[in-house]
């Protein structure tokens, strides 16, 4: 309990210090909230008087803080490139379809590297290792965005099984949405399913090199038996740790893929907020983004605990 | 069942030496002007006259491709000097000497390394503004932390063994137990991480130009030039075809480089 | 009944690697009658192992077995299909091994590992498999049997840990036990307890043993025949008495060698070290900021004196703070109080694993050069010279000043190490488990280096080690070492407790 505890502050402090740090790193920069606002023809004088609405002349600490108590409740301030919208409202707007892409980039990702991962280990240096191993590896050399096109041009343009560009939101048509997501899931998923495989066939590798391993078969197990019953957990705990790092690499591969096939998602607000200099959604992007890998981690810690017997926790 | 050839180290050095080759030709001559314009050329299929095609403004796309790839390699390579270099120093005073500043710096690691770098970069490029000298700012320092972990877990493992006690009874002082006797031990896991790191930035690169915070106009790139295609994808997909196979080359070559190396040394 | 249970014949192994082909196992033939205890003594590379893990049917993909025939009641192994030779294994002929902690899996339960020869032979409910497993793991001499069965592998120490394999190597219909070196890794009061239980297993189940060990002690101690192993082929075998006591072989001739005596006459008691009232503490970090940090008292309220030009042994088992103390004395450990009182020069140390003494990125003459460099010899010939003299004073080669580590053997290793520590003229030694981790033959021969390089050049050495036997006949003086103190300063016939009990552990 104590440990979780602990656990838990350190983790609102890391939230707290990064949040600091962009923070003031943003209110460092020239680029000018009040100008991007009122544009480059607005005179000096007008520049002043929307800096001292916007409260850009008060001391950083003081408008963090601000920033603080409003974030704490969800109101992350206006958006300045779009005036008169929150910030927390775009957010909210474009977070199904990412939900929904990287969700179903997860899916892929579990479903299909566990089986090959195993088979590659169990016949491993035999033929259908070789080849599944090459092609995990070719697999890991193509960027995201480029596994998109070719998937947009081969399913899009030449089979006309797709159709680029037309995405339809979750809320409007759940069915319709989760079709049109296949592909980009697939952009992401694919080059993170070949690290996971290679992963877990090495992890399945190593094991069965132990001694464990030779007594299991001392008994009288045959293969099967000794692969499931007594490695297969064995190789899953690194690879649990190694799902940490996955989760967050499909967050930032669905920024790239968003672009790709248009999909109104986080990834597009961040790109778009980043171009524009829309420091408001950067910041609340970036608290979210540093919540999200921080929870995540979390949960992976956790689960090693639990799934791993020599750990000591409390 | 070990192969009488390391096919891996074979052919990942064909592939790399043919992109080096490529690119180190390209900075001395390529078949056109990379950013020559000819309105009238624009869009032709890859043919005797232009290898690869050309692009929606009638610019060579290999020529192109020469320089795109020099630039994505240079920015990879400085990434990685610069990530290598502070990393080793790094991760070998906080593993070798250990104590609440090794704590600290492995916690602000751990949270960096927990993050994908792509974001981080985007983050640091929004606050330093892109082109070359930021984007190899941002990825050299985000290479730091997997550098210096993977130097301080191999101290952290030589500090122990007894030929480095051996050597501390010898009178040797610490900068020279670092450097001089754990080091050489050290060689292969850096090259592995270097080259993996070498890769990453390859990527975040090509990610990031093509998302349009990468090197400006009218330096080629290209990720650039594969965002740029995806309009014209139906009538001329070898636009985004030659540039992402490139890309893929690179990294695979790679790839199968260091792998083939770390069987050599085993 | 058959008097024969198991009849290996004519059994050739060959090893695979990127080269040719290697024998590790030639032509070598051997009976194991019912109820019969038989050892196989050998040293690293004699092929021990190998032969216990081919009737096992547990080779590495790496070998495979060329000829021969091993012939279990009859029938010949080697011609069973896997299904066939699978029922045997952990129901008739079962295996425990060197190591068990890496022998046993990490996450699965000890009781859930242990019943799984039952699950897999029988056809038992789970009910019936949990008394059974509680009550073999009492037969062995375990406690709390029932907190065992829900509890991991490394909550259990190394003792325990091997009572929990031979639990569950016998928990079946067994009838040969293949034991490979189940004693090796344990401490030697330990050691004595599971000989003394396979003893009881073999009196009441009348199971056979096949007892592989470098050990000749513990050959002796539980074997009734005995088969020497050199190189793949089998040199000697008979009664265990006979082979021990008029070995024929040249080979079984020099296991048997006994060790170097020293003359046991020092002419000086001049301290060479004074060691009063020393108390070492260990503090263990747990990695994380502001965890606790747990402070060890190794070594308590010591006091010493080392005289010039003598062999001081210091013995004790793991934890008795002998090691510590070592390092502590030479410098690499500055957390104790009291006073050390180095009176002429630093001792320098030779230490315990020759693979991991050595420094696998350097040539050997670079290694060696190290010590002189740090000594302030800037003349790169003269550093050359004093190399060359020091090989050849260590008994090896000048041409082998330019080889890595990893192509000499550990015997050479340990020369080196020694030579590492005398460059310098040092004259005071500690040598911490030297000769531990080698094989017995070599054990002599370093052991005999250091007799003739300690009269030689006049040393004063302090040698560490949990070997009584070794430590009686080298040193002028031994001290025992338990829970970091000195219980006795031996002289003829022990007096403390812990000393007789180490004294009877040592089997002879």
Redesign the interface.
């Known amino acids: 309990m104590k440990y979780m505890i602990k656990k838990i502050l350190i983790l609102i402090m890391t939230l707290l210090v990064i949040s600091i740090l962009t923070f003031v790193a943003f209110s460092i920069l020239p680029g000018d909230a009040a100008m991007t606002k009122l544009g480059i023809q607005a005179t000096p004088e007008k520049v002043e008087v929307m800096r001292e609405e916007l409260g850009l002349n008060k001391p950083v600490i003081i408008r963090y803080m601000d920033w603080l108590k409003g974030a704490i409740k969800g109101d992350f301030g206006g958006s300045y490139q779009y005036s008169n919208t929150s910030v927390a409202s775009l957010i909210s707007e474009r977070m199904s379809a990412t939900l929904l892409l990287a969700v179903i980039s997860f899916v892929f990702i579990f479903i299909s590297s566990i089986p090959l991962g195993l088979i590659s280990a169990k016949y491993s240096g035999k033929w259908l290792d070789t080849v599944i191993s090459q092609l995990m590896q070719i697999t890991m050399a193509i960027p995201s965005f480029f596994l998109g096109i070719i998937l947009t041009y081969i399913f899009g343009l030449v089979l006309k099984w797709f159709q680029p560009g037309r995405f339809i939101s979750p809320a409007e048509d759940f069915v319709a949405a989760v079709k049109y997501l296949i592909l980009p899931a697939l952009a992401v998923a694919l080059p993170k399913i070949a690290m996971v495989v290679k992963f877990l066939r090495n992890s399945i590798l190593i094991e069965t090199g132990k001694d464990y391993v030779r007594t299991a078969y001392s008994k009288g197990n045959n293969e099967n038996s000794v692969l499931y019953r007594h490695v297969l957990k064995n190789a899953l705990i690194p690879v649990i740790t190694f799902a940490g790092m996955i989760i967050a690499e499909i967050l930032a591969g669905s920024i790239v893929v968003e672009q790709v096939f248009s999909i109104p998602g986080l990834g597009r607000l961040l790109i778009m907020a980043i171009s524009s200099r829309d420091y408001p959604v950067v910041q609340a992007m970036v608290t979210y983004i540093t919540l999200i890998v921080i929870i995540v981690n979390f949960m992976v810690d956790m689960l090693y605990q639990l799934v791993d017997p020599r750990v000591k926790t409390v | 069942?070990?192969n009488?050839y390391n096919y891996s180290l074979i052919s990942g050095i064909c592939i790399t030496g043919f992109i080096v080759l490529m690119t180190i030709i390209g900075n001395f001559w390529t078949p056109y002007d990379p950013n020559e314009l000819n309105v009238t050329l624009k869009s032709t299929a890859p043919g005797m006259d232009h290898l690869m095609g050309t692009d929606n403004l009638g610019r060579d796309i290999f020529s192109r491709v020469m320089a795109g790839t020099g630039t994505t390699l240079y920015i990879a390579l400085c990434t990685v000097f610069v990530g290598g270099f502070f990393g080793t120093i790094i991760g070998a005073l906080t593993g070798y000497f250990?104590g609440?500043i090794d704590?600290?710096v492995m916690?602000i690691n751990d949270?960096i390394l927990?993050?994908?770098?792509?974001?981080l970069a985007?983050?640091f490029?929004?606050?330093l503004g892109s082109g070359q000298f930021n984007i190899i700012l941002s990825l050299g320092i985000l290479f730091i932390p997997s550098f210096a972990r993977i130097v301080r877990s191999e101290i952290i493992r030589l500090k122990n063994?007894?030929?480095i006690?051996?050597?501390?009874?010898?009178?040797?002082g610490h900068l020279r137990i670092i450097f001089v006797?754990m080091m050489?031990?050290i060689?292969v896991s850096m090259l592995t991480t270097a080259a993996i790191g070498f890769?990453n930035a390859i990527?975040a690169e090509?990610?990031m130009s093509?998302?349009?915070?990468g090197v400006q106009p009218p330096d080629a790139s290209l990720?650039r030039m594969?965002s740029q295609?995806?309009a014209y994808?139906?009538n001329a997909?070898w636009f985004?075809?030659f540039p992402?196979i490139v890309?893929?080359?690179t990294?695979?070559g790679f790839?199968?480089m260091s792998e083939g190396l770390r069987r050599e040394s085993m | 009944m058959e008097k024969e249970l198991l009849e290996v014949k004519n059994l050739t192994v060959s090893f695979f690697d990127h080269q040719a082909p290697e024998k590790v196992l030639d032509q070598v033939s051997f009976v194991v009658n019912h109820g019969e205890i038989v050892g196989i003594v050998g040293e690293s590379g004699s092929g021990k192992s190998m032969t216990s893990l081919s009737i096992m049917g547990l080779l590495s993909s790496h070998a495979s077995i060329s000829s021969g025939e091993i012939l279990w009641e009859g029938t010949d192994l080697l011609s069973l299909k896997p299904e066939e030779l699978r029922k045997l294994k952990g129901n008739e002929m079962s295996m425990i091994f060197q190591e068990p902690m890496t022998s046993l899996n990490p996450v699965i339960k000890i009781g859930s590992q242990v019943g799984e020869v039952l699950k897999i032979h029988t056809t038992m409910p789970g009910e019936m498999i949990k008394s059974k497993v509680l009550e073999a793991l009492r037969e062995v001499g375990l406690r709390d049997v029932n907190t065992l069965y829900d509890q991991y592998p490394h909550q259990l120490s190394g003792g325990m840990r091997q009572r929990v394999m031979i639990a569950m190597a016998m928990l079946n219909e067994t009838k040969l036990l293949i034991a490979d070196e189940p004693t090796t890794a344990l401490d030697v009061t330990v050691q004595s307890q599971i000989l003394d239980l396979l003893k009881k297993v073999h009196q009441q189940r009348q199971t056979s043993i096949l007892f592989i060990s470098h050990d000749l002690n513990v050959i002796k101690e539980i074997c009734q025949k005995v088969i020497v192993m050199y190189e793949g082929k089998i040199v000697e075998a008979g009664e265990v008495m006979q082979v021990f006591n008029s070995p024929k072989h040249a080979y079984t001739r020099r296991l048997m060698t006994s060790l170097p005596k020293v003359t046991k006459e020092i002419i000086t008691k001049t301290p060479i070290l004074y060691i009063k009232d020393l108390n070492i503490f260990y503090t263990e970090s747990n990695g994380r900021i502001g965890s606790k940090r747990h402070k060890k008292h190794i070594v308590k309220d010591l006091s010493l004196e080392v005289y010039e030009g003598e062999i001081l042994g210091i013995v004790g088992e793991s934890g008795s703070g002998k090691s510590t103390l070592a390092k502590t004395v030479v410098g690499l450990h500055s957390d104790y109080s009291g006073e050390i009182k180095i009176i002429k020069e630093k001792p320098s140390m030779v230490f315990q694993d020759p693979y991991s003494s050595l420094n696998p990125a350097k040539k050997v003459g670079w290694i060696l050069e190290e010590p002189l460099k740090n000594g302030g010899i800037k003349d790169k010939s003269e550093r050359r010279r004093l190399v060359e003299e020091m090989l050849s004073k260590v008994g090896l080669e000048f041409s082998l000043r330019n080889r890595y580590p990893r192509e000499l053997s550990g015997g050479q290793r340990q020369r080196i190490s020694i030579g590492c520590a005398l460059i310098n003229h040092n004259r005071f030694i500690i040598a911490d488990e030297a000769v531990s981790a080698l094989d017995v033959t070599i054990q002599s021969q370093i052991l005999n280096l250091l007799v003739r390089l300690h009269s030689e050049y006049e040393l004063t050495m302090m040698f560490i080690s949990h070997d009584l036997n070794i430590v009686r006949s080298l040193c002028h003086r031994v001290i025992v070492m338990y829970e970091g103190e000195i219980v006795e300063e031996l002289d003829g016939k022990p007096k403390h407790a812990y000393t007789q009990m180490l004294f009877d552990s040592m089997l002879h």
């Open positions: 069942m070990k009488k250990g609440w704590e600290i916690r949270i927990s993050f994908p770098s792509i974001l985007l983050i490029v929004s606050i063994l007894d030929f006690e051996s050597a501390k009874v010898m009178g040797a006797h050489p031990n060689v890769n990527l090509a990610s093509y998302l349009g915070i990720g594969i295609s995806q994808l139906f997909p985004a075809i992402g890309i893929i080359l990294i695979l790839n199968l």
